[in-house]
């Protein structure tokens, strides 16, 4: 029998570990256990768009804890207050200091 990357090799030295299954997803043929229903390059396929997407989805996360503030404090804070850039940046780091002040005392 010729290997192919389609085929589970892990589930060789297993029983009924070397069944010939047709892929439900490329209906191609694979050899593995008797159960499984994908071939090997499916499922690799699949689980590495699933971490693509859950990669993305943490860096945009990222993103928006990191910058939300910033963009709140720097960008929203001056045009709602009407003070400029450098008033809200003395303001928020004062009000910072004067609370970890009460906290700490
Ligand atoms: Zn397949």
Redesign the pocket.
């Known amino acids: 029998m010729k290997l192919t990357k389609?085929d589970w090799t892990e589930d060789f030295e297993y029983e009924n570990g070397m069944y010939r299954n047709k892929?439900i997803?490329?209906e191609?043929e694979f050899t593995g256990y008797k159960r499984r229903l994908?071939?090997k390059?499916?499922a690799t396929s699949k689980a590495d768009a699933l971490k693509r997407l859950l990669g993305c989805t943490l860096y945009i996360l990222q993103i928006i804890i990191v910058w939300l503030p910033i963009l709140l404090i720097d960008i929203l804070l001056p045009i709602v207050t009407n003070k400029t850039y450098e008033q809200c940046r003395t303001e928020t780091k004062e009000k910072l200091k004067d609370g970890w002040a009460k906290v700490s005392a």
Do not use: F, Q, V
């Open positions: 389609r892929c997803k490329c191609h994908i071939c390059i499916c």
